[in-house]
C-alpha cells in the first residue's frame, strides 16, 4: 500500500551512491534557481517601468499577468509534450524559450515600450512552464516515494535563493541609477521625454542579456547530459479516459488552493518594493533590499520547512505555516510604516513551503496520469495573474497600496481551509 506524502521522513529521498541519480537531481535544482531568480526580477520590474512609463498600480500588474496566464495556456501543451517526447525534451524546450525571451529584453528596451517588455516576459513563461511541468515531477519521482515532499521542497529552496539574490542584483543594477519618475518630467519636450523613457529601459539590458547567455550555455550542456527517465507506474486506471483525473479529490483541491496560493505570493513579493517605497517611504533602491531580505525569509523557511519535514507531517506544518501567514498578513495591514515591512517579510517565511507542499499532495498517486496532473497544477499559478490585477485595482482605487493586502489575507484563508480538510489521498 501506497504511504501519504505527508508522513515525516528522514533522508530527502535519493540515493547518493546512485552517480546518474544524484547528478541528475543537482541539474534539475540549478533549473529551479534560474526560473527563481528570473521570477524575482519582476518585483524590480514592476517599480522601475511603472516611473519610466507612469504607470497605475494596475498596469504594473500586467507584468504579472503576461508572467502567469503564459503558464495557463502553456501547462497542458507542456504535459502532452513532455508525455510525448519525455521530461529532458521537456525542459530543453523550456530552457530555449526562456533564453529567447531574455534576449528579447534587449529590443524592447531599445523600443522604449512597455508592451513589446510584456510580450518577452511572456515567452521567458512560456518556458518556465515546461520547465515546471517537467522538473517538479521528476524531483518528486526521482527518489524515494515516500519522502517526495521533503525532496521537493529541498529542490524548491534554491528557488529561495534566487528570490534572495535576484531583487538586491536586480536592485543593484536596475533601479540603482535612477528613483525618479516619469511623472515628474511632464513639463518635457516630447523627444525629451522619449530619450528619458528609453534610457530608463534600458537599465534592465545588462541583467536579462547575462541570464539569457547563462541560461542559452546551460541548455547546450543539458543537450549532452543522459538523465534517466522516470516511468510511471503502471496503476489500474490506466485504461481510464483522461478526464477522470478531474474527478480526483485530492488533486481537485490541491489546484484551488495552488491558485490562491501562488495568487498570494505574487501580490507579496511583486508588489514588495512598491509597497516599501509607499509605506515606510524608502527609495526604491533601498526598498530592494528589504525585498531581498523577504527574499532570505522566503529561502530560510523553505529550509527550515524541509527540516522540520523530518518530524512533522507535510499537511500538518502548512497549517501551521498558512495560520501564520493570515496573522502576520492582517498585521501588515493594521501596522504603519517599517513595521508592516518587517510583517511582509515574515510573511514570505512562512508561505515558502506552500508551493511545493501544496503541489507533491496534489499529485500523489496519479500513476499513469501524473503528468497531467503536474499540467494541472502548473495551470493553477494562473491566480498569479488574475489576483495581482484585482490587488492593483484595489491600490489605485484607495490610493493606499496597503488595503490590497486583503487579497493575499483572503488566498492564504484558502489555503488554510485546505490543509485543515486534507484527507489522505485515495484514488478511486
Keep these: 500500500m501506497m504511504k501519504s506524502p505527508t508522513e515525516s521522513v528522514h533522508t530527502t529521498g ?27 526580477l519582476d518585483p524590480v520590474l514592476i517599480p522601475h517601468l511603472k516611473g519610466a512609463f507612469d504607470l497605475s498600480d494596475l498596469e504594473t500588474a500586467l507584468i504579472d499577468f503576461s508572467v502567469f496566464i503564459a503558464y495557463f495556456f502553456m501547462a497542458l501543451p507542456a504535459g502532452i509534450f513532455i508525455k510525448k517526447f519525455g521530461y529532458k525534451n521537456g525542459m530543453l524546450l523550456g530552457l530555449a524559450l526562456f533564453s529567447t525571451g531574455a534576449f528579447l529584453f534587449i529590443p524592447s528596451a531599445n523600443t522604449g515600450t512597455y508592451y513589446y517588455f ?15 511541468t517537467a522538473a517538479n515531477p521528476y524531483v518528486i519521482a526521482l527518489g524515494n516515494p515516500k519522502t517526495a515532499t521533503e525532496r521537493l521542497n529541498f529542490a524548491q529552496s534554491f528557488n529561495g535563493l534566487a528570490a534572495f539574490l535576484a531583487p538586491i542584483i536586480g ?3 536596475i533601479l540603482s541609477q535612477s528613483d525618479i519618475a516619469y511623472s515628474e518630467h511632464i513639463s518635457m519636450s516630447e523627444e525629451v521625454k522619449r530619450q528619458f523613457i528609453i534610457a530608463q529601459a534600458s537599465t534592465v539590458k545588462g541583467p536579462y542579456f547575462t541570464l539569457g547567455v547563462i541560461i542559452l550555455i546551460i541548455a547546450i550542456l543539458f543537450f549532452f547530459i543522459k538523465l534517466p527517465e522516470i516511468k510511471e507506474e503502471h496503476t489500474n486506471e490506466s485504461k481510464a479516459p483522461m478526464w477522470h483525473i478531474l474527478k480526483i479529490k ?30 515606510a517611504e524608502l527609495p526604491l533602491s533601498e526598498a530592494s533590499w528589504y525585498a531581498g531580505g523577504a527574499g532570505l525569509a522566503f529561502m530560510t523557511g523553505r529550509f527550515v520547512g524541509t527540516f522540520l519535514m523530518k518530524f512533522i507531517g507535510a499537511h500538518f506544518l502548512l497549517i501551521c505555516y498558512a495560520l501564520a501567514c493570515v496573522i502576520l498578513t492582517i498585521f501588515a495591514i493594521l501596522s504603519a510604516g517599517i513595521s508592516a515591512v ?21 499529485i500523489f498517486g496519479l500513476g ?29 482605487y484607495t490610493e493606499k497600496i496597503q488595503l490590497g493586502l486583503y487579497i493575499p489575507l483572503l488566498c492564504f484563508a484558502v489555503v488554510l481551509l485546505f490543509a485543515l480538510r486534507f484527507r489522505k489521498p485515495t484514488i478511486d
Design 118 to 132: 510584456l510580450a518577452a516576459l511572456f515567452i521567458i513563461a512560456c518556458g518556465l512552464a515546461f520547465l515546471e
Design 368 to 396: 499513469k496520469f501524473t503528468k497531467f496532473g503536474s499540467s494541472l497544477m502548473v495551470m493553477s499559478v494562473v491566480g498569479g495573474a488574475i489576483l495581482p490585477l484585482v490587488m492593483g485595482f484595489i491600490s489605485d
Design 250 to 279: 485530492h488533486l481537485r483541491s490541491a489546484v484551488i488552493a495552488q491558485f490562491f496560493y501562488v495568487g498570494a505570493q505574487v501580490c507579496i513579493l511583486s508588489f514588495f518594493i512598491r509597497f516599501a517605497s509607499s509605506i
Design 171 to 173: 536592485g543593484k543594477f
Design 342 to 362: 518587517y510583517g511582509l517579510i515574515g510573511i514570505s517565511f512562512f508561505m515558502s513551503i506552500m508551493f511545493p507542499t501544496i503541489f507533491s499532495m496534489g
Design 14 to 40: 535519493f540515493d547518493h551512491n546512485n552517480k546518474s541519480q544524484f547528478f541528475a537531481l543537482i541539474i534539475i535544482i540549478s533549473l529551479f534557481f534560474f526560473w527563481g531568480f528570473v521570477h524575482n
